[in-house]
């Protein structure tokens, strides 16, 4: 369904009480008793299990699957695919400027992106009461899977035109593609770009912030919103890039304290996370869940801008009884 976005961002900011908006889509095979591999290779089930989970959860928002491997895939990169983890990229297709040079950018729809699409399209029909928002991969962390990410922090210095040749290449498919899912009926995207969270400032002024900014610049209007998600270590070191990137809203992992993003950001985006959805939501306990979102929330719930979500996706095989304390825990803190 369409919706003006900028409004819905202004409107969650003015709202004293704000919903929870978790990465929460993985976990969705337990209710369907299906495995990782069923889920991500059927449109249909994809769709139904962001249906039950927008059921199940009163969130902010429906997001889709934070699968990192799907553009790789389409670029040539081998997946690893097992019943209940998150799919991962093995191995390079690019490992000099040669191959960066013959790396051809894929039609999007090829391999599972044309799935991925599907999914949304079929759940933006059944999820009506809050936005819908599709899961794509950032320019710097997709160049980083098809240089391997090992490699890819030292290719910065010693090969930096073969890694701004990538880039060239990912940004452009990944515009393509936050276009489809904009066609599909997806509200907005979020996008994941853990691994500049790994680069100096100075490199990820020169890596990242210009290729997302290019990418948010191209798709973003104000009937769909690029949410830019960040988990990496150096975040704090480089919010000034961050922030100049022009996206809607900022989300992310619990590397960083929550509470030191926040006095730099504008005041008409948002800023999201960041409970622990590993030692947290998947590992933790009801008890230590609340406790956890409870202390992001105290430290920041001053913000009006200020929505509380998990650090990143939720795992596949958390603990329903985890997930669903994340939002006692949210619903308790307005209430008290």
């Not at 990242?208 to 209007?221: D, E, L, R």
């Not at 009801?286 to 920041?300: D, H, W, Y």
């Amino acid at each position: 369904m369409k919706r003006n976005m900028k409004q819905w961002v202004a409107e969650t900011i003015a709202n004293p009480v704000k919903k929870g908006v978790p990465v929460l889509s993985f976990p969705a095979v337990q209710l369907m008793d299906i495995t990782v591999r069923d889920l991500i290779s059927s449109s249909d089930l994809q769709a139904k299990g962001m249906k039950m989970v927008a059921d199940k959860v009163d969130s902010g928002a429906s997001v889709s699957l934070m699968d990192l491997s799907v553009e790789a895939e389409c670029f040539g990169s081998t997946i690893r695919v097992t019943d209940d983890e998150v799919p991962t990229v093995i191995g390079a297709v690019v490992s000099d400027e040669d191959a960066a040079d013959a790396l051809v950018v894929p039609e999007v729809g090829v391999c599972r992106t044309g799935l991925y699409i599907e999914a949304i399209a079929k759940a933006s029909e059944m999820i009506t009461d809050r936005p819908v928002l599709a899961g794509v991969i950032g320019p710097f962390s997709l160049a980083g899977r098809l240089m391997d990410v090992g490699e890819a922090m030292a290719y910065c210095y010693e090969e930096p035109d073969m890694v701004h040749t990538v880039l060239e290449k990912t940004t452009k498919f990944l515009i393509a593609y936050c276009e489809a899912y904009k066609a599909a009926g997806a509200n907005g995207v979020v996008m994941a770009e853990p691994l500049a969270g790994m680069l100096s400032p100075g490199l990820a002024e020169e890596f990242s912030h210009p290729y997302v900014k290019q990418i948010v610049n191209a798709v973003q209007t104000e009937e769909f919103a690029v949410i830019y998600h960040n988990c990496g270590d150096n975040v704090k070191l480089m919010t000034k890039g961050i922030y100049g990137i022009g996206a809607m809203g900022y989300h992310f992992g619990n590397a960083c304290r929550l509470a030191d993003m926040i006095p730099d950001a504008p005041a008409d985006v948002l800023v999201m996370g960041n409970v622990d959805p590993a030692a947290q939501i998947n590992q933790g306990t009801p008890e230590s869940v609340i406790a956890a979102t409870l202390k992001v929330m105290e430290e920041c719930c001053y913000a009006p801008n200020f929505v509380i979500s998990s650090g990143c996706d939720i795992p596949p095989m958390s603990p329903w009884a985890n997930i669903e304390a994340f939002f006692t825990a949210v619903e308790s803190y307005y209430n008290k």
